[in-house]
């Protein structure tokens, strides 16, 4: 008798914690699917801009002669003109679903941190070049032609994205997350189509 | 290929692709256009505005039809795109028309945006809509019907250049 009001008393627990359990575990499974998505996104199109003015594709198709190469090839005599479109779109992608993965792998805040830190770097370290640039050809007084690198453009990038990181409050670093969806392949629209000025000025 | 050109001409053949993806493209254009007008016009109900008695398109049920079109679309287009890059992009930087080519350029980044965000706007159109989502889905609908419509008028004016009935 005990047994069966044991029984009895647990059953609708039972069923209520797994009627609980399902839309939990399709929560779980969409906050998921959300996190890939929009850090898809956001890398992707970083990723491209990068990618495109490094001049960086995963391989070279030179549609003359129906030839692929790894990586960046620059043409050989007869060969034709190269495209790297194909090239820079699968190097974005394939990282950008890497990113993706990893990013539902780790905390929430972190996430947003490191998109700040990101999107940051991805801002500061080509300014960072420009201004060293700026500074090499309109202040130096000596021969300064050996800051003209990525190289010496980067420290100051990196700290300056860390310290973006670290001063933007958590709170700001969570409701921006979503935005950067949008900022993000604008400014690269802007960064693209200014490179693409000399077509245009001619 | 060689059975393909076997049974028509290899020009013929291009040109039925080409006509294909812009085919397509008016398809993808009236889709992005109804739901970017869709949303355009809720977002105005919402701030009580005069038009409070129409009723828009319901915008969720276009969403799956243009990632249906918009993938496959940019795939014919990357497919044409070696041709392009031989037979129409050479002459046209010996002829100098730089205008087109930078457009064209443009293109070629603004449709690679819009595969990126491709994923992240199916989501947005799921159902149940999110209300947290809803000014991120207006505003990545909106930037996806700039790609469509941007890419539509480069690529018009590139078929103008050298294309069907140019």
């Given at each position: 008798m005990t047994r069966t009001v044991d029984v009895d008393e647990r059953s609708p627990q039972f069923d209520s914690s797994r009627a609980t359990d399902q839309p939990t575990s399709a929560t779980h499974t969409r906050a998921k699917v959300r996190t890939f998505v929009f850090t898809f996104g956001i890398a992707f199109t970083l990723l491209y801009t990068v990618l495109e003015r490094l001049n960086w594709p995963l391989f070279t198709y030179q549609p003359a002669v129906g030839k692929l190469y790894f990586w960046l090839h620059r043409p050989l005599g007869g060969e034709g003109p190269p495209m790297y479109w194909y090239g820079w779109i699968v190097n974005a992608a394939i990282a950008a679903l890497a990113v993706g993965w990893i990013a539902t792998n780790i905390s929430g805040p972190w996430l947003r941190r490191a998109t700040v830190f990101c999107c940051a770097l991805a801002a500061l370290w080509p300014t960072a070049l420009a201004a060293l640039r700026i500074y090499i050809t309109d202040?130096?007084?000596?021969?300064?032609?050996?800051?003209?690198s990525v190289w010496v453009a980067a420290p100051p990038a990196f700290a300056g994205a860390a310290a973006i990181t670290y001063y933007m409050p958590a709170r700001l670093a969570e409701r921006a997350w979503t935005s950067w969806l949008l900022i993000v392949p604008i400014g690269g629209l802007i960064v693209l189509g200014n490179s693409l000025l000399i077509y245009f000025v001619r | 290929m060689d059975i393909i050109f076997s049974i028509i001409r290899e020009d013929t053949f291009w040109s039925i692709l080409l006509f294909t993806h812009f085919l397509m493209a008016v398809a993808l254009l009236a889709a992005v256009t109804l739901q970017a007008a869709s949303v355009l016009t809720s977002a105005r109900q919402a701030a009580g505005?005069?038009?409070?008695?129409f009723s828009p398109v319901p915008a969720a049920s276009y969403a799956a039809v243009i990632v249906l079109l918009y993938l496959p679309q940019a795939l014919l287009g990357a497919w044409m795109y070696l041709k392009y890059r031989l037979y129409v992009r050479i002459p046209m930087e010996q002829l100098r028309h730089w205008w087109t080519l930078g457009a064209f350029e443009f293109k070629e980044h603004i449709i690679a945006m819009g595969i990126g965000l491709l994923p992240a706007y199916w989501y947005l159109w799921r159902?149940?809509?999110?209300d947290e989502d809803a000014g991120l889905r207006r505003w990545l609908t909106i930037f996806l019907a700039v790609t469509v419509w941007y890419a539509f008028g480069a690529g018009h004016v590139a078929n103008d250049f050298r294309g069907i009935g140019s």
């Open positions: 202040w130096a007084t000596f021969d300064a032609d050996f800051l003209n | 505005n005069f038009i409070d008695r159902q149940p809509l999110s």
